[in-house]
């Protein structure tokens, strides 16, 4: 078990609310305990490993306009994925990897 946070932001095109909602249901799907008491921010314990989880959620958004940003708390590991246009979160998290799919 781990935990595990993520911030996100959903582009508020036509579809936005879709996609926010079934990000916000697939963390809930896959956590044992959770954390969202601040917009778009969640903590959340999951047997599953980060990169599982990441894949799994960047199937619930539209990568070409939608971001997240997710990683193992205590752990190095970080994932970024979807529409980033500022590098600066690489330079700071050399070990962010972004999430293939895109």
């Not at 989880?53 to 070409?64: C, E, K, Q, T």
């Not at 971001?67 to 979160?89: K, P, R, S, W, Y």
Request: proline share 2%.
């Amino acid at each position: 078990m781990a935990v595990y946070w993520i911030s996100y932001r959903i582009d508020r095109d036509g579809m936005g609310d879709e996609r926010q909602y079934a990000l916000t249901k697939a963390i809930h799907g896959y956590k044992q305990r959770y954390w969202d008491r601040t917009e778009s921010f969640v903590v959340f314990e999951s047997g599953h490993t980060l990169e599982f989880l990441a894949n799994a959620f960047r199937s619930r958004i539209d990568p070409r306009r939608d971001l997240f940003l997710m990683g193992e708390i205590g752990g190095q590991g970080v994932q970024l994925c979807g529409a980033n246009t500022d590098t600066d979160i690489l330079k700071m998290l050399p070990q962010c990897q972004e999430t293939a799919g895109i």
